[in-house]
């Protein structure tokens, strides 16, 4: 775990905690609102199972890491990311959110940074659609919220009282992270239209059984970037690489490869 220090435009200095892993094409992976403990087997998979470099940052604010006041937004999250790009000097990067980190990943693809080949938004949230409400994260207790985010919630649902008090207490802590960054709703009513303005290759990913956003709301989400394909996994929910993690990463490492600049 390294802690960087970038300078971030609109933003200022901001200490940025990454985890890297493996070697060979380079992963940008960004967790959603459960935090950095939602990608960490899979960034361990992937690196395993492939030529893979992997990053795994943490959200600034999550699991109590230092936070700017002037890093409150979903954008600037973006913003903070390309620059760490630029400061690792990074090529070919493929970018892999879930979540509000694949909110995060569509608002990278409207900085067009040249060190990015191909983008993938795993169960994203972020657009409105008509119809397809995000699920109201606030209001649900965590059972509720594991009954809308597996398709086998008795398996990988987590009870907080079996947690110890400093797990309770990130987790509380990110909840805050997550309102600041996204909001009550975690739309923004003018993304979908903005997308219009993406050009890099992009993959939207969505399990069949996500009840946060259903997969019709990843259609739409898919239809809103130019050219983006739209795979679905079955017996999925919200989080594919906690539930079905190799067929995550068959479908990313495929398209990654697919758009791959620099060849081994």
Known sequence: MTVHSLTVPGVGTVELTVT??????PFLLLHGG?????VTPWADRLSDAEHARVLTPIHPGFNATPRPAALASIPALATTYVALLDELALEDVTVVGNSIGGWITAEMMLLHSPRISSYVLVDAVGIEVPGHPVADFFSLTMSELAERSYHDPAKYGIDPATLPPRAREAMAGNRVAIELYAGREMTDPTLAGRLGGAAAPALVVWGDADRIGDPDFGRAYAA?????GFTVLPETGHLP????PEALIEVVWAFADAHATMKP
């Open 224 to 228: 809103s970037i130019p050219g983006a």
């Open 34 to 38: 459960g935090g950095p403990m939602t």
């Open 241 to 244: 690489q906690i539930e079905t």
């Open 20 to 25: 890297e892993r493996g070697e060979g094409h």
